[in-house]
């Protein structure tokens, strides 16, 4: 069996969604350089609906992959949507990462809800700290 899927491989050379967006309604930027792995995801919001995302990885193949295919599952979602996607359901659509790599797609799940939490900071809108991720305090997302 080959270690990455067809799927992981398609995003990983042809990733969607890559860049940033001029004038963002929310950004999220998790991970950590100890590890290798950082996202930047940016959300352009109209009406609680997501109408562009695009993101910015500097991480391994998987990384890429994973925030790719995250981008794709929330573009054209509600941001309630979007933040019950989690790092299992990119992981399927995907079609399976290694064990070793499965902190891909946390990370893509983070930086979901990170830029969400943006949004939500930026737009005074009230919201349930508990469903974010606390990467001011994470030792695992803590920026270095």
Request: charged share 25%; glycine share 8%; net charge negative.
């Amino acid at each position: 069996m080959a270690l990455y899927t067809e799927t992981v491989m398609d995003h990983f050379m042809n990733p969607r969604n890559v860049g940033e967006i001029e004038n963002p309604d929310g950004v999220g930027e998790v991970g950590n350089a100890k590890c290798g792995d950082i996202m930047k995801m940016y959300l352009k919001i109209e009406n609680g609906v997501i109408v562009d995302v695009k993101f910015e990885t500097f991480g391994c193949g998987s990384a890429i992959a994973s925030s790719s295919m995250a981008t794709e599952m929330i573009k054209g979602k509600t941001i309630e949507e979007a933040l019950a996607v989690t790092n299992k359901q990119v992981v399927e659509a995907l079609g399976g990462l290694p064990a070793h790599k499965l902190h891909c797609s946390v990370l893509a799940e983070e930086s979901i809800k990170a830029a969400v939490k943006d949004y939500y900071d930026k737009n005074g809108i009230e919201y349930d700290h508990s469903r974010f991720p606390d990467c001011e305090n994470c030792a695992a997302c803590h920026m270095v």
